[in-house]
């Protein structure tokens, strides 16, 4: 059963018109009604959990083609983790650059 109806599509006049604050706030209702009527999102998101664990193991494998699968699947692991960390401290040098930007201005 549906929670919520999907409005019915609208005119390219209308659609061309929006500012991207209205587009985002459109994208993100779409996102969360869509969501909302996810009965399993572990199933929903299964493809590109395996998807991006693959892309890991295909690196893994190419710089240690001897390894055996239980090995690559451990080092995968730990590339993927690294990926991720990497991300999280450009996005914490970026909060700094910008919060230095600012003046240090913490409000």
Do not use: C, I
């Not at 693959?54 to 055996?68: I, K, N, Q, T």
């Not at 451990?74 to 450009?90: E, G, P, Q, S």
């Amino acid at each position: 059963m549906r929670l919520f109806q999907q409005e019915a599509p609208v005119s390219r006049e209308y659609q061309t018109s929006l500012t991207p604050e209205q587009r985002t706030l459109r994208a993100q209702l779409a996102a969360h009604v869509s969501w909302s009527n996810t009965d399993d999102r572990a199933k929903r998101t299964a493809a590109a959990r395996t998807a991006a664990m693959s892309r890991f193991e295909r690196e893994v494998r190419a710089r240690h083609p001897e390894l055996s699968d239980v090995e690559v699947a451990v080092r995968a692991d730990h590339a993927k983790k690294a990926f991720y960390l990497r991300l999280t401290l450009k996005s914490a040098q970026a909060r700094a650059a910008r919060k230095g930007a600012r003046g240090g201005d913490t409000a």
